[in-house]
């Protein structure tokens, strides 16, 4: 399965994320920052990137540009957000989101979009 780097800094989501996203084969790295995901990101062996928007050290859609520009990273990138407007959905895409998924989620629903993106 995949590699999965889940940027996510509420701790029972994280822990839940790491649960739904293991139990289907998938390998799962954490990060409670983008100070941290960008670490990860450089060291590599990444398939998919599942990204909150709302993170104490920065906004997830402004990451999301670098991501896109800067750091020049192509892996599919998966926006999972409580932000659930139209306008917030949009913008995220526009900005280089493959998917946006909003919270709750369905974990059904999360794993088939994973899957989507995933498949080699």
Do not use: C
């Not at 050290?57 to 990273?73: A, I, T």
């Not at 926006?79 to 900005?95: I, N, P, T, Y």
């Amino acid at each position: 399965m995949a590699t999965v780097l889940v940027i996510e800094d509420e701790w029972v989501l994280g822990q839940v994320l790491e649960q739904v996203l293991g139990t289907a084969g998938h390998d799962v790295v954490m990060a409670r920052t983008l100070a941290a995901a960008r670490e990860r990101l450089r060291a590599g062996g990444v398939d998919l990137v599942l990204l909150d928007v709302n993170l104490p050290d920065g906004s997830g859609l402004e990451f999301l540009q670098e991501l896109r520009g800067e750091l020049g990273v192509r892996v599919p990138v998966l926006v999972l957000s409580g932000m659930k407007q139209e306008d917030s959905v949009v913008r995220g895409l526009e900005l280089g989101a493959d998917d946006y998924v909003t919270k709750p989620f369905s974990p059904r629903e999360l794993l088939a979009r994973i899957g989507r993106w995933t498949r080699g």
